[in-house]
Nanobody, 128 residues
């Protein structure tokens, strides 16, 4: 089992940057594929980015590709989301999620139900 805690959210002007962190408990963090999702008020949860357990593969939604970068440091049990060129439509609560690599299938899923563990979320607000 793994527990996830996000941090780094806040208020930023359009065009600015933020870096979110997701710290995981336990000694098995490196066995989890990780994802970032977001949910805006009144909207469904949306996939943002994913990274494989080794960090060797990444995948992004079209809406954030070329602006956001997902990375991980397995020695620090942490996954990051660097967000640049932020837009007002990026405003949402951002969640990190984990899926064990021992489950068959891809290293990434865009459906939240495929992930086994979730953090509590961190608010990102982008002002225009």
């Amino acid at each position: 089992q793994v527990q996830l805690v996000e941090s780094g959210g806040g208020l930023v002007q359009a065009g600015g940057s933020l870096r979110l962190s997701c710290a995981a408990s336990g000694r098995t963090f490196s066995t989890y594929n990780m994802g970032w999702f977001r949910q805006a008020p009144g909207e469904e949860r949306e996939f943002v980015a994913a990274i494989s357990w080794s960090g060797g593969s990444t995948y992004y939604s079209d809406s954030v590709k070329d602006r956001f970068t997902i990375s991980r440091d397995n020695a620090k049990n942490t996954v990051y989301l660097q967000m640049n060129s932020l837009k007002p439509e990026d405003t949402a609560v951002y969640y990190c999620a984990a899926r064990s690599k021992y489950y068959s299938g891809s290293y990434y899923y865009t459906t939240g139900g495929e992930y086994h563990y979730w953090g509590q979320g961190t608010q990102v607000t982008v002002s225009s």
